[in-house]
């Protein structure tokens, strides 16, 4: 593993870079256990992140799912946050949206511009139209809250199952991009933003589908090949807590705080 050459604004923070590793969400908690253990090198306080340029075994937010990602192209990171983050509502809303600025910004840095703006799929993932451009996994011990940010930045082609249903900045933008000046953004936002009072209005703005009809499995994952039939409304916006109000086609409105959005059903209901 090095040290990254990156600027961290988080006080005290450091930056590493892998070749290959498991995941990062494992190596940042292993860092972090063994600093808070042992202290001494290498340091991994709070702000810290660990990168790596391929994951064997990248993770997702459901279980069971992997990250992949073609070694060497794409932004693959886990950031190590404070125990205090914890209590913040819609963790991964609000980092979506620093992800979301960081990348407009990226784009407005080499005067270029995405074929449409990025979008915040809730609860965790960056979207260009109907493909997936970024995941959010938010995982949290005693040592404090691990993100790990998955950006597809250069690849530019995907696996079969993955294809329609992934995309990259590149793809997005034309161009290829600087994946460690992506992060440096990100990580301005994050440390300029994440506690913002404001993190609602500004995910509002930037919600997948606000308004539009779509399809929802509520609750925890189902196993694979017992899936409920996927309830079909319109999304209304996120509450306080980051739970995603739906209306049903009867007018009655209910919040979710666990569950999977889909793309909408070819046949629409009627508003
Ligand atoms: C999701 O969309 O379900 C979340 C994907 C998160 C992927 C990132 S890549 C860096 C970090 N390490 C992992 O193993 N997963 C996260």
Redesign the pocket.
Known sequence: MEILGIENPFPLARSYLARSLD???EEAKRLASRWAAEGGEPAFPPGSLVAAEE?SA?????PG?R?SSSPGQNL???LRLSPEAVRLSALPLRIGAAVCGAAAALADSIGASFREPPRLKWP??LMFGNAKAC???CESSGLGVFA???VNCNQRAFPEELRGRATSLALELGREVDRWALLELILGELESSLEDGSWRERVGRLLWRAGEEVSFLPGPAPEPGREPEPLRAFLRGIDERGALVLERPDGTAEAYLAGELRAPPVSGIKS
Do not use: A, E, K, V
């Open positions: 995941s990062t969400q994951q990248g993770r997702g937010r459901m799912r990250w693959l990171f886990t965790n993932d995941g959010i996994l790990g940010i998955g």
